[in-house]
C-alpha cells in the first residue's frame, strides 16, 4: 500500500510559478510510475505530466508542455511539478498518482494509488 500526499498548491497570479510536492510513505516509490492529474469543477480528469520510476522517461498534456516541468526524487520518496508561467485555466484540484504496472501513463486507470488532491487558483 502507497499512501501520497500532495502539497504547495495555493492562490497565484496569472503568469507566476507554483511548485507541488507529492509524498509517499508506506512503501517505497522507486519502482513506481509517478503522475500529475488536474480535475477542474464538471470538467474530467485530464492528465498533466507522468514520469517513470528511472526518470529516464516522461510525457506532458499538450495543455502543459514547456511550462511545466515534472520531476522525483526516489531517496525521498517523492515527486514535483514545477509549474510555470501559470495561467487561470490551470485552476484545479491537483492529484499525483502512482503506477505499479506500467513505466507511465496518461490514463488515469492504469494508476493503483492516488493522493488526495491539493488546490491550485490562478487568478487573473
Known amino acids: 500500500q502507497v499512501t501520497l500526499v500532495e502539497s504547495g498548491g495555493g492562490l497565484v497570479q496569472a503568469g507566476g510559478s507554483l511548485r507541488l510536492s507529492c509524498a509517499a510513505s508506506g512503501r517505497t516509490l522507486s519502482s513506481y510510475g509517478m503522475g500529475w492529474f488536474r480535475q477542474a469543477p464538471g470538467k474530467e480528469r485530464e492528465f498533466v505530466a507522468a514520469?517513470?520510476?528511472?526518470?529516464?522517461?516522461?510525457g506532458y498534456g499538450d495543455s502543459v508542455k514547456g511550462r511545466f516541468t515534472i520531476s522525483r526524487d526516489n531517496a525521498e520518496n517523492g515527486g514535483y511539478l514545477q509549474m510555470n508561467s501559470l495561467k487561470p485555466e490551470d485552476s484545479a484540484v491537483y492529484y499525483c498518482?502512482?503506477?505499479?504496472?506500467?513505466?507511465?501513463?496518461?490514463?488515469?486507470?492504469?494508476?493503483?494509488?492516488w493522493g488526495q488532491g491539493t488546490q491550485v487558483t490562478v487568478s487573473s
Open positions: 498518482a502512482a503506477a505499479g504496472r506500467v513505466l507511465w501513463s496518461e490514463h488515469p486507470d492504469e494508476y493503483d494509488y
Open positions: 514520469i517513470s520510476w528511472s526518470s529516464l522517461s516522461s
